[in-house]
């Protein structure tokens, strides 16, 4: 096991356990998790001994999303050259990762807390777990092709109200709305996913490998083309001084 600080990796039977690591900020992720998350991502698809990998979050929760006092840095243009491409970088390692990945919802699960769960394969949620995306009340666009992934997985009505109404969804509306496979009693998620990606693990990878991508295989392109207009639709808001979201972001993030 490693800790370098914003995140732990742990190897085990052929699983690789990714916990987000910053439990003093609701593990919010800013440039170094992106870019540690990433890392551990890029590894384990090069590394044939890791078949299986599981996300989660260490302490009370999954994540709280973007570390907001970056983020208003990036909206204003006070940002360090290339922050904003941590973000994309872990999105493109999420599209293109080509081996089972999984997802223990420990806690409170927020903006990329809960798009995230677009991109992963099966997802287990502990019983007091909640997922919300504030992106209308923050004013910004949605993120990780939630805009496409969130209506196909809901249903039209259901994304309408987590994406412009910012409802919150508990651990079985998060299951109603194909976010999670099932709920988990408290304190046991990490637990009963690392079983099941265990089980996943031990089967021959190669088949493994190829029954995601044939399961992935006709919906990629247009992920990527939904990120696409996503990131348009940022880049515009952003240009714009009499909408930029910055000041309202950082405000945010000190409440």
Not at 47 to 61: E, I, P, S, W
Not at 79 to 92: Q, R, V, Y
Not at 198 to 204: D, K, N, V, W
Not at 217 to 229: L, P, Q
């Amino acid at each position: 096991m490693t800790d370098d600080h914003r995140v732990v990796v742990a190897d085990a039977e052929g699983v690789r356990l990714v916990a987000f690591d910053r439990p003093e900020v609701r593990n919010a992720f800013d440039r170094a998790m992106y870019e540690q998350v990433t890392a551990a991502l890029v590894d384990a698809a090069g590394d044939d001994a890791v078949r299986v990998v599981v996300l989660t979050g260490t302490g009370t929760a999954f994540t709280s999303g973007q570390d907001l006092r970056e983020m208003a840095a990036i909206a204003t243009g006070t940002a360090p050259p290339g922050a904003e491409k941590a973000f994309t970088g872990l999105l493109d390692a999420l599209g293109g990762f080509a081996k089972p990945l999984l997802a223990a919802v420990n806690g409170v699960g927020l903006g990329l807390g809960c798009t995230i769960l677009g991109h992963v394969d099966i997802a287990l949620i502990d019983e007091g777990a909640r997922l919300r995306v504030p992106f209308a009340e923050l004013g910004v666009p949605p993120e990780a092709a939630s805009s496409l992934l969130f209506p196909r997985r809901m249903g039209w009505q259901r994304a309408a109200s987590v994406l412009l109404a910012s409802e919150w969804l508990d651990a079985d509306g998060a299951v109603a709305a194909g976010l999670a496979l099932r709920v988990c009693p408290a304190g046991t998620v990490v637990a009963e996913t690392t079983a099941l990606a265990t089980r996943i693990a031990s089967f021959p990878p190669e088949a493994v490998r190829e029954i995601k991508r044939l399961m992935v295989a006709a919906t990629g392109d247009e992920i990527v083309e939904a990120r696409r207009r996503e990131d348009a639709a940022f880049a515009a808001l952003f240009r714009d001084a009499g909408r930029n979201p910055g000041a309202a972001l950082a405000d945010a993030r000190k409440g």
